[in-house]
């Protein structure tokens, strides 16, 4: 009997180890130390302490499990925690993210507002004339403040000469009487006369400036003629525009337009007279510069030259006079209905000239 106890107790003792191991196994180093405490009690071999380890594993176990369960709240909790601050951060992250796309959008309205007006500030400045060179061509035309200025005297002409246009379009198209329609008429030729006027005062201070055109757009400065149109062309193309026209007025248009085609070939020929001229004169001064001896012949010979180049200006007065006086004699030969018909029908052809201008400007560059 005392030898068959050790062995049952021995048995005992091994299921208690291995339900010691497994709690060991499944907690910290708590348990680790309690599986130590277990060691020395069963090495003593007392059925009393057998008992009293087994008591003290069952504690720990419980304990063991409770302290499990605090851990696992604890590593719960702290996952928990660390998710809420990543979805705070992804939320932040997409307001931000919001707020940039936004702002981004509020820019590129912006952005497309600004072109839009710039576009429109453009497109007017076109259709009142005012062409926007290349840098060269800027430099040329902004070289004095007469060819500024005149450019913005002939952009405010060129405006209030489309509202006097529309007007008389208006009173047209509302079969006006004649005395109303006469008034407008006589107006928006008088208007003309102003922009002879400016040009005059213009050449004075850059004849260059007027005669090159470049308060033109390119299409317009084809049909350039000393600084404004042919008045034989312009009668040609009015003809077609005014029939039917009485045998009376046929012939005395007929009549300008050859007297004005006379006059246009005289300055023509003076034109090309005062070029050669001009260029035999600069000819003659070459090579003089390398002696010092020739410096009082080439200063001479220069001052001859500034001396003929003055005359271009009496060239674009004369030319604008015979401008002026063909309008002012059309005016007196046709009706006051066929003069409002002519007028819109010059600046139709004018505006045109500038629309053509502005097409191939915007035309896709290869």
Same mark, same amino acid.
């Given at each position: 009997?005392?030898?068959?106890?050790?062995? +049952?107790?021995?048995?005992?003792?091994?299921?208690?180890?291995?339900?010691?191991?497994?709690?060991?196994?499944s907690n910290s180093t708590i348990w680790k130390f309690s599986f130590l405490c277990f060691v020395l009690v069963v090495g003593s071999g007392s059925r009393e302490?057998?008992?009293?380890?087994?008591?003290?594993?069952?504690?720990?176990?419980? =304990?063991?499990?409770s302290h499990g369960l605090v851990v696992s709240d604890a590593s719960d909790k702290s996952r928990d925690q660390k998710t809420l601050r990543r979805l705070a951060q992804n939320r932040e992250a997409a307001?931000?993210?919001?707020?940039?796309?936004?702002?981004?959008?509020?820019?590129? &309205?912006?952005?497309r507002m600004?072109?839009?007006?710039? &576009?429109?500030?453009?497109?007017?400045?076109?259709?009142?004339?005012?062409?926007?060179?290349? =840098?060269?061509?800027?430099?040329?035309?902004?070289?004095?403040?007469?060819?500024?200025?005149?450019?913005?005297?002939?952009?405010?002409?060129?405006?209030e000469h489309n509202r006097r246009i529309n007007e008389l379009k208006g009173a047209v198209s509302n079969h006006a009487g004649d005395g109303e329609l006469r008034i407008i008429v006589d107006g928006v030729v008088a208007h003309y006369e102003d922009i002879f006027r400016i040009k005059g005062d213009a050449?004075?201070?850059?004849?260059?400036?007027?005669? =090159?055109?470049?308060?033109?757009t390119p299409a317009e400065r084809c049909f350039l003629w000393l600084g404004g149109f042919r008045s034989s062309e312009l009668l040609? *193309? *009015?003809? +077609?525009?005014?029939?039917?026209? +009485?045998?009376?007025?046929? *012939?005395?248009?007929?009549?300008?337009?050859?007297?004005?085609?006379?006059?246009?070939?005289?300055?023509?020929?003076?034109m090309e007279a005062l070029q050669q001229s001009l260029a035999e004169t600069i000819a003659g001064s070459l090579g003089s510069t390398n002696s010092s001896g020739n410096v009082a012949n080439y200063m001479g010979q220069m001052a001859m030259a500034m001396g003929k180049l003055g005359t271009l200006e009496g060239f674009i007065r004369q030319a604008d006079n015979l401008r002026?006086?063909?309008?002012?004699?059309?005016?007196?030969?046709?009706? +006051?209905?066929?003069?409002?018909?002519?007028?819109?029908?010059?600046?139709?052809?004018?505006?045109? *000239?500038?629309a053509l201008s502005s097409l191939w400007l915007a035309r896709p560059r290869e």
């Open positions: 009997m005392a030898e068959l106890s050790p062995r +049952t107790d021995t048995s005992t003792d091994g299921d208690t180890e291995d339900k010691a191991l497994g709690v060991i196994s302490n057998l008992k009293k380890s087994r008591k003290l594993l069952n504690t720990l176990f419980h =304990s063991g499990q307001r931000k993210s919001r707020l940039r796309k936004k702002a981004y959008v509020q820019q590129l &309205e912006s952005s600004k072109l839009t007006q710039l &576009e429109q500030e453009l497109q007017r400045a076109r259709q009142q004339g005012i062409f926007i060179s290349s =840098s060269g061509e800027q430099s040329q035309s902004m070289s004095g403040n007469g060819a500024l200025a005149f450019d913005v005297e002939y952009g405010r002409w060129l405006e050449a004075k201070a850059d004849v260059f400036h007027v005669l =090159s055109g470049m308060w033109k040609k *193309l *009015l003809i +077609t525009q005014l029939e039917p026209l +009485t045998e009376q007025q046929l *012939l005395a248009i007929g009549n300008l337009q050859q007297s004005s085609q006379q006059a246009e070939d005289a300055l023509s020929q003076g002026q006086q063909t309008l002012q004699q059309m005016h007196r030969i046709l009706t +006051t209905r066929q003069s409002a018909r002519a007028l819109i029908a010059i600046n139709d052809y004018s505006s045109r *000239l500038r």
